[in-house]
């Protein structure tokens, strides 16, 4: 039982590049959400997804895009990246809404945009 | 305590020592509340959490303190070790439905 798996772990892109983000959870999660972690600061909410077949913005949702491919698997994509979004990347799943579960974290993805 | 800007609140304690962790929450409509740890190069790890109908939740060598009135919420870890060196942070339910909000975090350092 993995938990929850990101991957790539390290990314460097060049401004412009676009890149997709994966993410997968094995323990039949109905939520995912995907944030960011900038230095020294707490983590942002960028999209999340309640259920399968559903997604919405977060607080930082701009330059971004999100698909929940299926109920297992919850992607993010940079479509024309910036040094403003470097950053580690988490991805999280929960059973249901956040309100009443904690989220389970997968380890990140590291993104340098130069 | 809460961060400001790229500076971590530091918590600095002795081997063997009882560690207090402090957060201030900011919506008196928020009704759900957890603590994570972070160790480097690793995501967040479930501590506990606590709903706002209690004061106080026990796990294993950790406590949570709610106080609703002044909106503040502590992780209290007794016999501090070394393993319990990373940073901590508190997240709350701001909106109802689907939205965690969390704290900058305090890194807590145990001496050995």
């Known amino acids: 039982n993995a938990g929850v798996t990101q991957t790539p772990k390290f990314q460097v892109l060049k401004t412009g590049q676009s890149m997709t983000l994966q993410c997968a959870q094995d323990?039949?999660?109905?939520?995912m959400y995907w944030y960011r972690q900038d230095p020294g600061m707490g983590l942002r909410l960028i999209y999340y997804?309640?259920?399968?077949?559903?997604?919405d913005k977060g607080e930082v949702p701009n330059g971004y895009n999100v698909s929940r491919l299926n109920k297992r698997e919850f992607s993010l994509r940079l479509e024309s990246a910036a040094p403003s979004q470097t950053s580690v990347y988490f991805c999280?799943?929960?059973?249901?809404?956040?309100?009443?579960?904690?989220?389970?974290f997968g380890n990140g993805t590291r993104l340098t945009v130069t | 305590g809460e961060s400001v800007g790229l500076h971590l609140p530091t918590l600095s304690v002795q081997e063997g020592d009882n560690s207090i962790i402090n957060c201030a929450y900011s919506?008196?409509?928020?009704?759900?509340f957890i603590w994570y740890k972070q160790e480097s190069g690793k995501g967040p790890q479930f501590i506990i959490d606590?709903?706002?109908?209690?004061d106080k939740r026990q796990g294993q060598r950790v406590t949570v303190l709610l106080n609703k009135t002044v909106k503040h919420l502590s992780l209290q870890i007794a016999a501090t070790q070394p393993g319990d060196s990373a940073v901590y942070f508190c997240?709350?339910?701001?909106?109802?439905?689907?939205?965690?909000?969390f704290g900058g975090g305090t890194r807590l350092m145990v001496k050995p």
């Open positions: 999280a799943s929960s059973p249901e809404r956040p309100t009443n579960s904690p989220l389970h």
């Open positions: 323990m039949n999660h109905n939520s």
């Open positions: 997804s309640a259920s399968e077949g559903t997604t």
């Open positions: 919506n008196s409509a928020s009704d759900y």
């Open positions: 606590i709903r706002s109908n209690m």
């Open positions: 997240a709350e339910n701001r909106r109802a439905g689907n939205m965690l909000t």
